[in-house]
């Protein structure tokens, strides 16, 4: 049954109004007096909001969405706009009011969930390590924790699993992030034996933790699986995640030649373990900020099974930038936009929604993805030997009426034969001059200014949508070769930008932004200064980004306990999690004492040095 809903909005000429409600999207009609209506499903009222539409994109959204009970037959639901609180820059309602309160700045700290470390855990951080480095956030009056992907990377349990950005699922957590007493395993001499042996390690010993840790897993599952799955609890998971849940479990399921039913269960525990640690962190006015990779790998749950939705004969990647010369090889393909368009981006709208259910604020990985892409074809290694999808290629008249040729200039786009994109490190130096300055211009243009409209609408077709399908606080990694067109899209959907001091953009840092003192692909500042500082230097450097205008201050754990040489990790050459120009970088890092002493007398001067300077810059 459909019900008529109703609102009054002035529009200009060319704009429109639909209503969204999911995956699901209603054109409204205008009728004298600004008034606009759509026949609605009854099951959509439940969750809906408005959309300005212009040109074919979605230019504004009201800040909150609506639900209304069913109707009597024939009555209209009236509806009306919800405009922002006055102060509140942002267009949507985030699910943490605190990020919407006018002029709200705050802090906090980024670690992996591998990196973590405590007194119980099994020789990787597991979900529960992160309830002390709640309590220390919380002590120090930081409210947010950042953390690297935290989805399933399993394939044979080797070095090359631990890449965190190249994930077999979404949707699935990482088995490894389990705590091994909350399933069932007892902790006897055996088990402390070799819980003893892995947390004496220095680092993450990848292929070692995961061996041992899932052997204790299947025990655990053939003691206890039985009852756990004849609980509500269990079979209400099942119910609520079988969008992606069924899939993933058949999928690990062939590749280990074993039950479904065990990937549901330990999906289950993990869903259960992280959600007592929202509500913990939220309890001490703590949020995780989560990670978005922009890739999914080829050989995942969903390439297998939506293969339509992935361009298989392609690898993502980035070209030459501050973190490789060379260029990047992700190794993972590029997504078939047009077809995710089909549905409305469905796929997406449930990825985000599900991570909101652990995350109130997220750090979309690349977001230059979501305007065009570094794309290389998959019988290529190197990222030299990519290009930009979408993109607007020459045709071999325009190149030929520049007087140029092909030969170690142009690249044909595999996306359309018969014209040309330019290399991104061309052989253009034995070029005559006058050759060369042609070429230049044409590989300015083609860079830097011929894509600026096309790529803005390429993502504004994207982003709204996306935006809309969860109340997360949305950060983007902005940094490399940045279109001109993407600080203007990312301020109208108000997307936090990212800053760094040695990654500076030509303008002071805006009040939109997340600044950093460094990142995972980043060296940590002792390491930035080669060990030439000392913790009065750290705290300088610190001091500066908490007293910029930026929303959010999120520094790396190690810059933060360089603050205290008595608690600073003495081969501070060891303290970088990834180096991205290299392919096989073993993500082992791991933080060398328990998060327990960071709230013990040890950590005093530590937590009285945060603490004031968090008071210094009103955070």
């Not at 606009?36 to 959309?51: H, I, N, P, R, T």
Request: overall charge negative; charged content about 25%; some cysteine.
């Amino acid at each position: 049954m459909k019900h008529t809903v109703r609102l009054q909005y002035h529009t200009t000429w060319g704009q429109s109004l639909w209503l969204i409600a999911g995956d699901n999207r209603y054109p409204m009609s205008w009728t004298e007096g600004d008034l606009w209506s759509a026949d609605v499903e009854a099951a959509d009222l439940k969750d809906y909001f408005f959309a300005l539409m212009q040109d074919g994109l979605i230019i504004r959204m009201d800040w909150d969405n609506h639900s209304s009970k069913a109707p009597k037959k024939g009555e209209v639901i009236e509806e009306k706009w919800i405009e922002a609180p006055a102060g509140c820059p942002f267009p949507r309602r985030h699910q943490q009011a605190k990020f919407d309160q006018p002029g709200f700045r705050s802090s906090g700290v980024a670690i992996p969930v591998f990196s973590l470390r405590s007194k119980n855990d099994f020789g990787i951080g597991e979900f529960t390590d992160l309830k002390p480095l709640v309590d220390w956030a919380a002590e120090c009056g930081m409210s947010i924790i950042q953390l690297l992907p935290i989805n399933d990377t399993t394939r044979k349990g080797q070095w090359k699993d631990s890449y965190p950005y190249s994930p077999i699922s979404s949707f699935g957590l990482h088995p490894l992030y389990i705590h091994l007493q909350d399933i069932g395993v007892k902790a006897d001499a055996e088990f402390k034996k070799a819980q003893k042996a892995l947390n004496e390690l220095p680092a993450v010993d990848y292929p070692r933790v995961f061996k041992e840790k899932m052997a204790y897993i299947r025990k655990a599952f053939e003691e206890c699986g039985a009852k756990d799955m004849a609980g509500a609890g269990f079979k209400k998971f099942v119910k609520e995640n079988s969008f992606w849940l069924e899939e993933y479990c058949n999928f690990c399921a062939k590749r280990d030649k074993l039950e479904p039913e065990y990937f549901q269960w330990i999906q289950y525990h993990l869903d259960k373990q992280l959600s007592k640690v929202v509500e913990y962190a939220h309890s001490k006015g703590v949020s995780l900020k989560g990670d978005l990779p922009i890739g999914v790998s080829g050989d995942s749950a969903d390439a297998h099974y939506h293969p339509e939705l992935f361009n298989l004969d392609s690898n993502a990647g980035a070209p030459p930038d501050f973190f490789s010369v060379d260029g990047q090889n992700w190794g993972f393909p590029t997504y078939n936009w047009e077809a995710m368009s089909k549905d409305n981006y469905a796929w997406w709208k449930r990825r985000l929604k599900k991570m909101s259910q652990y995350f109130d604020a997220l750090r979309i990985d690349h977001i230059l993805g979501f305007f065009r892409i570094w794309e290389i074809p998959a019988e290529h290694k190197s990222g030299l030997l990519g290009h930009f999808n979408p993109a607007l290629p020459y045709s071999l008249d325009e190149i030929k009426n520049a007087y140029l040729h092909l030969d170690g200039l142009f690249l044909e786009d595999p996306r359309h034969p018969g014209y040309y994109q330019p290399m991104i490190t061309p052989h253009s130096q034995d070029l005559p001059q006058w050759q060369q300055e042609r070429f230049g211009a044409m590989y300015n243009d083609f860079f830097y200014h011929r894509h600026d409209e096309f790529w803005r609408r390429n993502a504004e077709r994207k982003l709204p949508e996306l935006l809309s399908a969860s109340g997360m606080l949305i950060c983007g990694e902005d940094l490399g070769m940045v279109p001109d067109c993407v600080p203007g899209v990312m301020d109208h959907w108000k997307i936090l930008s990212l800053e760094m001091t040695n990654m500076e953009k030509g303008r002071p840092w805006p009040y939109l932004s997340v600044c950093a003192s460094s990142s995972h692909d980043m060296e940590p500042l002792r390491l930035q200064y080669k060990g030439k500082v000392n913790e009065f230097d750290i705290r300088n450097i610190l001091a500066a980004h908490f007293h910029s205008a930026s929303m959010l201050a999120i520094h790396p754990l190690q810059d933060y306990l360089a603050l205290d040489p008595s608690l600073a990790r003495k081969d501070w050459q060891n303290e970088r999690v990834n180096d991205p120009a290299d392919p096989n970088n073993h993500w082992c890092y791991r933080v060398h004492l328990p998060l327990e002493e960071l709230t013990t007398e040890k950590a005093a001067m530590l937590n009285t040095v945060v603490k004031a300077l968090l008071k210094e810059s009103n955070r």
